[in-house]
C-alpha cells in the first residue's frame, strides 16, 4: 500500500480536515470550519472533485466526530447518529463520497480511526489492544483490537463515563445529555467554562488543572480496567498543548488503582503518553481507514 | 471437535470445579473447595490423573479467579497473580497441569472463558463483541472481541470499577484494594456486610437490593460507553437466583445514560440479560478453552 493515493476526511467539531496521502505521507491538507452540514460538505465535495480530476484516488477514509454508524451491515453505516451539532444527526456522510469519487470508503470514529494510525504508524505498533484519547472540543476514546477498530452495538464512547468526583470539586459539568461525565468536566469548553476564562488562556499552575489531572486520571484507569490497553495515546489540542497533563494523569492513575496491579507503577510511563503522532493523529486514521478498504478488496 | 474429549479445570474463589466433556457435552463434574493451592490442586491432581488413565483428554480448558497471566508469549503465563486469596499468588497453574497430563492448555480469566462460552453456545452467538459479568464471591467481567477474549496489558478487571455512588448510600465498601468499587459495593461478602446477614437470606423487598441495582447499572453503563457489546450476559450465584435484578439494572442503565444513546430503550432488553447457559456458563467456558486449543493445534 506504500503506493497508494488515498483521500481522507477528517470531521471534527471545530473544523473538517480534508486531505491526501501517498501511502501513509500526507501531502496537501485543507481544513474547513464545520458549519451546517450542507454548508461544509458542499466546499468539501469541491474539493475532492478537484483533486480527482488530478488523480483517482484508491480509496477514501473518513474519520468523524460520533455517534456514527459503523456497522457495514446496517443501513445506518457511514451516517452521523445523535448529535447535538445543529443539522448534522442523521447526516450520510459515506454514502455521499462513495457516489461522489466511487471508490470503496472505510468510516470510523476520529478516535477509533486514530487508534489504527497508532497501531500503524505511532505509539502502539505490536499491540493487541491499544487506545486512544483525544482531549479538546470533546473527550473521545477509540480503541483497537488486534489490528481492528472495536465495534459492537456502536463504538466506544467512552468519554461520557460517570466518573468518581474529585473531593471538593463541585463543578456541574456542562455535558448536555450526562452533565458532569468525564466529557462534561475536562473538554475545552468544560475547562473555559470553570475557569471563566478561553482554554488556551488557562495558565499551566491554575487550579483548574487538578481538577482535570483527577477526572482524566479516572477515564485511564477506567479503561485499564475495562479493555487493559498495552498502550494509551493521548492527543488533541489539550493534551498536545499541555503534555504535562498526561504526565501527571500517571499518577492520578497510580493514586486510584490502589495497588491493585503489581506492575502498572512499572509499566506506566510505557504505557499512557502523548501521541507518537501528533497532532497528524487525526489526519493520518483516515487515511489508516482508506488502507483498510484496499487491504479488504485484496 | 464435536467428538474431542476435553478435560476443565474452574478456579473459584470458594470452590473449584474439574470436568470433562464430549463436545461441549459435559459428562462428569466434581467440586473441590478453595483451600490454600497445595490442598486443592493435590485433590484436582489425583482426579485428573485417574481420568487419564481412562482416557486421554485432548485439551484442556483452565479457566481462574483473576488476576492471572494470559499472555502465551510471557513467563508469567498460566500464573495467578496478585489475588488476596491466601497462598494463591504466584501460583503456576497451567504449567502444572500441561506437564501433569501433557496436553496443550488453553487458560483465561473465568468470565473471559464464560464469554467465550456465550459467543459459542450461549445469548451471544453471532455477535462481534460481547460481555460477561458474574455477581457472586466476587464481581468479574469478561469480554470477548471477533470470537477471542479480550487481553491486552492483563485482561478486563472492570468489576473494579470504581463508580459515582448512590446519593445517600455511605456504605464503605469491603474491597481491601479500592473500598467502595463495584466488587467491593456488590459482592455476595458486601451484601452480606450491607445487610447483616447471609447474602441468600436477604429478602427481595429488602432496601439493600436498591443500591445493588444502582451500582449494577453503573457498572454496565461503564461496559456500554467503553466497550460498547452487543450482548452483555449476567451470570454467578446471586444473578441466577434473582434474575429480576438484570430486570431492574435495565432501568438503571437507561436512567444513567440519559438519552445519550436513540436505541438503547429498543435494544437494551436483548443486549443485557441473564446468561442463556444458567450455571453452567463457567465449566462450559473451561471447556471453550480447551477447544481453542485444539483449534490453535489443526
Known amino acids: 500500500m506504500t503506493g ?6 477528517e470531521l471534527g467539531g471545530t473544523k473538517c480536515v480534508a ?36 488523480r483517482q484516488p484508491d480509496a477514501l477514509g473518513i474519520a468523524s466526530f460520533g455517534p456514527v454508524g459503523v456497522d457495514r451491515n446496517r443501513p445506518d453505516w457511514g451516517f452521523i447518529l445523535n448529535t447535538p451539532k445543529p443539522g448534522w444527526a442523521g447526516t450520510d456522510i459515506a454514502g455521499r463520497y462513495r457516489r461522489l469519487l466511487g471508490v470503496e470508503v472505510g468510516f470510523d470514529t476520529d478516535v477509533n480511526a ?10 502502539a505498533v505490536g499491540t493487541s489492544c491499544n487506545a486512544y484519547i483525544t482531549l479538546g472540543t470533546g473527550i473521545g476514546v477509540g480503541c483497537v483490537v ?4 472495536l465495534h459492537g452495538w456502536q463504538h466506544p464512547e467512552f468519554g461520557h463515563l460517570k466518573a468518581r468526583r474529585m473531593p471538593g470539586d463541585v463543578f456541574r459539568g456542562n455535558c448536555p445529555f450526562h452533565g458532569d461525565c468525564i466529557e462534561g468536566l475536562i473538554s475545552g469548553p468544560a475547562i473555559a467554562r ?17 481538577g482535570v489531572v483527577h477526572d482524566l486520571g479516572e477515564l485511564l484507569a477506567g479503561l485499564i480496567l475495562g479493555l487493559s490497553p498495552e498502550r494509551i495515546s493521548l492527543g488533541g489540542s489539550i493534551a498536545c498543548a499541555r503534555p504535562w497533563l498526561v ?29 507518537a503522532l501528533g ?7 483516515a487515511i489508516a481507514l482508506g488502507m483498510t478498504r484496499i487491504a479488504a478488496g485484496k
Do not use: C
Request: hydrophobic share 40%.
Open 194 to 210: 470553570r475557569s471563566g476564562m478561553a482554554g488556551e488562556q488557562v495558565e499551566d499552575k491554575h487550579p483548574v488543572w487538578d
Open 114 to 123: 486514530a487508534a489504527l494510525a497508532e497501531t500503524l504508524w505511532g505509539g
Open 19 to 54: 486531505l491526501r496521502a501517498e501511502g501513509h505521507h500526507i501531502v496537501e491538507t485543507i481544513a474547513v470550519p464545520t458549519a451546517e452540514p450542507g454548508a461544509t460538505l458542499g466546499v468539501i465535495d469541491d474539493l475532492f472533485g478537484q483533486w480527482q480530476r488530478e
Open 4 to 9: 497508494s493515493h488515498i483521500f481522507g476526511l
Open 279 to 285: 497532532d497528524r493523529a487525526g489526519p493520518l486514521g
Open 146 to 149: 488486534r489490528g481492528e477498530p
Open 247 to 275: 504526565e501527571r494523569a500517571r499518577g492520578a492513575v497510580i493514586a486510584s488503582l490502589g495497588g491493585y496491579f503489581d506492575n502498572l507503577s512499572k509499566d506506566i510511563n510505557r504505557m499512557i503518553g502523548v501521541t
